[in-house]
């Protein structure tokens, strides 16, 4: 053990079980641990490094606000948000939006507007409201958020939850339209399930999903923190089954690999709930995460990140499948969003997590013994394959 891990261990609350690798630099998408020896990064920190790590036009981005003028609420006007905020609308197709920081506080503000809406707009009797989420989802890790959880652990010693919300098997369309009532608000779906082990639902699944919610009076709401922003070849995962929803999160690459930053996105109808005084937050919006997030947005455009995973994403499925190993379950995803899950019976997804860390690949696993593939959009096929390479070699070892 270094002395860096264990004053993490001895200082640092017990949330986390990092592989025993220690950073300290990172270069498009590589990274280099504090000996020197270098690694590919084939995790992009849950999808929030998207543009790789140290993108110099975020840089500067980041470091040309951060002379001028970081953090100063939404009490006053501040020239970078205007510019930040239309540039998501337009690239998403929605009509307002509203900073916050984390993915979790853009699902929390998702529940808020969806529930006010249900009360002031659909005529839902106060205090009636539900919303419909789906089974393996994961939001985030709020009270709230974890009330909707049907993963024990992230449950287990936390509640009592907020009531209010019901949930439906992921991917079974048909199964929604029976859970709605009259006091439903809104239906809460990841358009690719990403901590439930990068789970893809049934072609033309979303796009049934928003005809039940326009026939049933009730909002669909995209949460595409992981999934969205170039993740799965398309600047939003719902754009694959043709699907506007009423709302979107954004969040993790947002912040272009260099401070949290999110936003909800939405219409014109569900945004219009919100009056001074309702929401808010001292950080959300800031200049310095504005400047950020605007320039994130411009980059994935400029450089062609979106069409980058759209061509890599079939590309590396392909390189995996041809490992044809007796190990490996599945291999499912989109884009560069891929899961490759292995039989339980033989090995474990943390142990060939550890022994492609031996060999310089990093990745983390999830949920059904699945680890993930979703490296920086940056990428080069060369870094694809000596990674897929290393994997090969791995599961000839286990």
């Known amino acids: 053990m270094t002395a860096t891990i264990e004053l993490e261990d001895t200082w640092c609350a017990s949330n986390y079980h990092p592989l025993p690798v220690v950073l300290v630099r990172g270069e498009g998408a590589l990274v280099w641990d504090e000996t020197g020896r270098r690694y590919i990064d084939m995790m992009g920190a849950y999808s929030a490094v998207s543009h790789g790590h140290c993108h110099p036009r975020l840089v500067r981005a980041l470091t040309d606000q951060a002379s001028k003028l970081a953090v100063i609420s939404r009490a006053f006007h501040t020239t970078p948000l205007g510019p930040f905020a239309e540039l998501a609308c337009r690239l998403t197709g929605m009509d307002r939006a509203l900073p916050m920081n984390t993915g979790a506080e853009a699902v929390e503000t998702a529940l808020k507007a969806a529930r006010k809406w249900a009360y002031t707009v659909k005529g839902v009797p106060e205090g009636q409201a539900r919303i419909i989420a789906a089974k393996g989802n994961f939001h985030g890790r709020t009270i709230a958020i974890i009330g909707m959880s049907t993963v024990e652990q992230y449950r287990r010693s936390f509640g009592p939850f907020p009531g209010g919300f019901d949930l439906v098997p992921f991917g079974d369309a048909d199964a929604l339209d029976k859970a709605i009532t009259r006091d439903t608000a809104a239906f809460l779906v990841e358009p690719i399930q990403g901590e439930g082990g990068i789970i893809v639902p049934p072609e033309g699944y979303l796009a049934r999903c928003r005809q039940i919610c326009d026939r049933r009076r009730v909002l669909l709401i995209a ?70 997030g605007r320039e994130a947005l411009q980059v994935l455009v400029d450089d062609g990140l979106i069409e980058r995973a759209a061509e890599l994403g079939p590309w590396l499925m392909e390189r995996l499948r041809a490992l044809d190993s007796p190990l490996i379950k599945d291999i499912r995803g989109r884009g560069l969003f891929i899961g490759i899950e292995f039989d339980a019976e033989r090995v474990q997804a943390r142990e060939v997590c550890d022994r492609l860390a031996a060999r310089g690949i990093l990745t983390k696993d999830t949920h059904r013994n699945t680890i993930r593939f979703a490296p920086p959009l940056v990428i080069s096929r060369e870094l694809l394959d000596e990674a897929v390479w290393s994997l090969g070699a791995v599961l000839a070892e286990a």
């Open 223 to 292: 949460d595409e923190i992981q999934t969205g922003l170039g993740r799965t070849g398309r600047l939003l995962a719902c754009e694959h089954d043709g699907v506007r929803p009423d709302a979107v999160t954004l969040g993790k690459a947002l912040g272009g690999g260099m401070l949290p930053v999110s936003l909800l996105l939405g219409t014109t109808e569900l945004m219009d709930v919100f009056r001074p005084g309702d929401h808010g937050s001292t950080f959300g919006g800031n200049p310095l995460a504005a400047a950020v």
